[in-house]
């Protein structure tokens, strides 16, 4: 019986088959296409999608093929341009351009390296569930049937599901009444490296007529899309149209030469497609033993590109839970790991549900705005689960901690207006953490990289009034790996008054020299770090007894 079958080996298949090779789970990945496609669908990745490819040790052969977003060259109605830089610096990563093959081939040698294979020309035909597993009959492309076991199977095989229709689940919404084109082509002149293009201009009682351009790597080449002619209105699947020819590149230089100020020459083009946007979610992500993952679970006008980002977020969050319940640490029992198992759906389908409402209203006003609105809406740094069951306890609600996490002040730890971190909250990245005899400084990023509980803690000395002790962090670090062992490791952040000497032994040690850990981790003394990087506790005091009452909540 395999573990875990994930159906759909996009990005997001292939990252949740990664995310469970790395939590030491070996799943069985299959894609009913025969090959990957070609086609530059998925763009936009965000700075929190970025972070997440960092934890996983892909993150520099990501750079390596993508280009940094810089900004955007908006065309007023009149004609006026408008170039418009955006900063990022604040962040540990801006956001980054990838052609989706490139994306899909560097999870595949990541996936490689853990050596399983994408098993391709595999669709599924049906699914069956029991109380102890799930029996899949998988068609091969010359036609053959084979039955599978599996102890769980995940979703991903995007916005036409077999996983989803076969266990029923309702994927609500409706359709874009228009239809839309894109292609990959080169434009000269361009905007500045690294700069979109957007022309919109209204049309009485109809959608706008529209000229989008997003850079890609590769000099002068950009993925452009606006809406199709009305006679190629008609799709009513969402995705792109394998079945017939897209536009010619005469179709899409009409829309250009009808838009732009100035006068540029679409050539080259490699591809194109006509397409279809909707809006919908699924009514859960969950059926028993079966997930759902990615655009199975959610579809959404490509608003900001939160699409990909979003399933692969949801990838991430699950892989870490499925794992702990595969390998048998969480309750035993028939409905083994059911409260951590159930935390998968309470965390993320409010995150797409959010997404689904954010771009589609982004889009039915896209005629009206021409800039405007928060920066960070389209990073995902600032999504949270708070309201999860699994996280916890609280601090104190008083007047410190009731202000939201809104700001870059606030999630970079930037300056005094620092939010009071709660349960659930992105941990906040810190630079400048100093080891003793370490010759560069470190970020708590990776310090915390890996497949495990982090437990933070704040270090003062022996003389300090507040915080932990050197004495104390080693006595609670000795006990926690008695009774947690593999689940959880300790470090500790020591003020800058912490001598090298002081440091606790056997507990990975930094300085925050410049004060960066300080400032972003304030009114507690430990956090403990779920393997997602979100916050699975603040603890005022930092007690065996209190994260015990973390992992008792977690996994029973």
């Given at each position: 019986?395999h573990?875990?079958l994930?159906v759909?080996?996009?990005p ?5 088959a990664?995310?469970l ?13 025969t090959a990957p496609?070609?086609?530059c669908?998925a763009?936009g990745v965000t700075p ?11 993150v ?9 977003l810089?900004g955007?060259?908006?065309?007023a109605p ?5 170039d ?6 604040d ?10 093959p490139e ?7 990541h996936l ?9 020309g ?5 699914l ?14 010359t ?39 894109l292609?990959?082509v ?5 905007p500045?490296r690294?700069f979109?293009l957007?022309a ?6 109809d ?7 997003v ?12 809406l199709?002619?009305v006679?190629?209105?008609g ?22 030469d ?7 020459t ?22 028993r033993?079966?997930f759902l993952?990615?655009?199975a679970a959610?579809i ?14 949801d990838?991430?969050n ?7 319940v ?11 790991g ?12 409010p995150?797409g549900?959010e997404v689904?409402?954010?771009t ?8 009206r ?14 999504v949270g689960?708070r309201d ?6 609280r ?7 009731a ?5 870059v002040?606030?999630?970079?730890g930037?300056g ?8 659930g909250?992105?941990a906040?990245?810190?630079a400048g ?8 400084p ?6 915390l ?5 982090v437990l ?5 000395s ?26 959880l490791?300790?470090v500790?952040?020591?003020e800058a008054?912490?001598a ?5 032994a056997g ?13 972003a981790?304030r009114?507690?003394s430990?956090?403990?770090v ?6 699975g ?8 007894a209190a ?6 909540r977690?996994?029973?």
């Open positions: 019986m573990e875990v994930i759909g080996a996009g997001v298949g292939l990252t949740m990664a995310e090779a790395r939590h030491r789970v070996r799943p069985r990945i299959i894609d009913k296409a496609l070609p086609y669908r763009v929190r999608t970025l972070e997440v490819y960092d934890d996983m040790g892909i520099d052969a990501m750079l390596d093929v993508g280009l940094w810089e955007l060259r908006m065309i009149d004609g006026a341009i408008h418009i830089a955006t900063d990022f610096s962040l540990p990563y801006g956001p980054l351009s990838i052609r989706q994306t899909e081939r560097v999870l595949t040698e490689a390296h853990f050596g399983i294979p994408v098993e391709r595999l669709a599924l035909a049906a069956q569930q029991d109380g102890d597993g799930v029996v899949v009959t998988l068609e091969h492309s036609g053959r049937r084979e039955d599978v076991r599996a102890a769980y199977v995940v979703g991903c095989d995007g916005a036409h599901s077999a996983v989803r229709k076969a266990v029923g689940i309702a994927f609500e919404g409706e359709a874009m009444p228009m239809g839309f084109m292609g990959e080169t434009i000269r002149p361009s500045p690294g979109a957007r919109v201009r209204p049309r009485p009682d959608a706008p007529d529209m000229f989008i351009a850079p890609l790597q590769g000099r002068d080449r950009f993925r452009v899309s606006s199709a002619p006679e190629e209105a799709h009513s699947e969402h995705g792109l149209s394998a079945e017939k020819p897209g536009p010619n590149i005469a179709t899409l230089q009409a829309v250009a009808r838009l732009l100020p100035e006068s540029v679409l050539s080259e083009m490699t591809w194109s497609s006509y397409f279809r946007i909707s809006m919908r979610l699924a009514a859960r992500y969950r059926d033993r079966v993952a990615g655009d959610h959404h006008p490509p608003t900001g590109g939160q699409g990909m980002n979003t399933g692969i977020q990838a991430y699950l892989a870490w839970k499925l794992a702990l595969v390998r048998g640490r969480a309750e035993p029992g028939p409905n083994a059911e409260t951590l198992l159930a935390s998968y759906e309470s965390e993320r389908r995150v549900a689904v409402a954010r589609t209203q982004a889009s039915l006003k896209f005629s705005e021409t800039a405007g609105g928060n920066r960070l809406a389209d990073t995902q740094i600032l689960y999860s069951s699994i996280v916890g306890p601090p104190d609600d008083g007047q410190t901690a202000r939201e996490i809104e700001s002040a606030d999630i970079a930037t005094d207006g620092a939010a009071v971190l709660r349960p909250d992105r906040p990245d810190a953490l100093v080891r003793a005899h370490v010759g560069h470190a970020r708590l990023r990776e310090i990289r890996g497949t495990v509980h933070v803690v704040r270090l003062t022996e003389a300090a009034s507040s915080g932990i002790s050197p004495a104390a962090v080693e006595a609670l670090a000795a006990s926690l790996a008695r009774r947690f062992g593999e689940l490791r300790v500790a952040v020591g008054s912490v090298a000497d002081e440091a606790p507990v990975a040690t930094h300085i925050d020299a410049a004060g960066t850990f300080a400032r981790y009114d507690a430990a956090w403990l779920r393997p997602d990087g979100h916050l506790a603040v603890l005022p005091v930092a007690t065996e994260v015990a009452a973390y992992f008792e977690l996994l029973g």
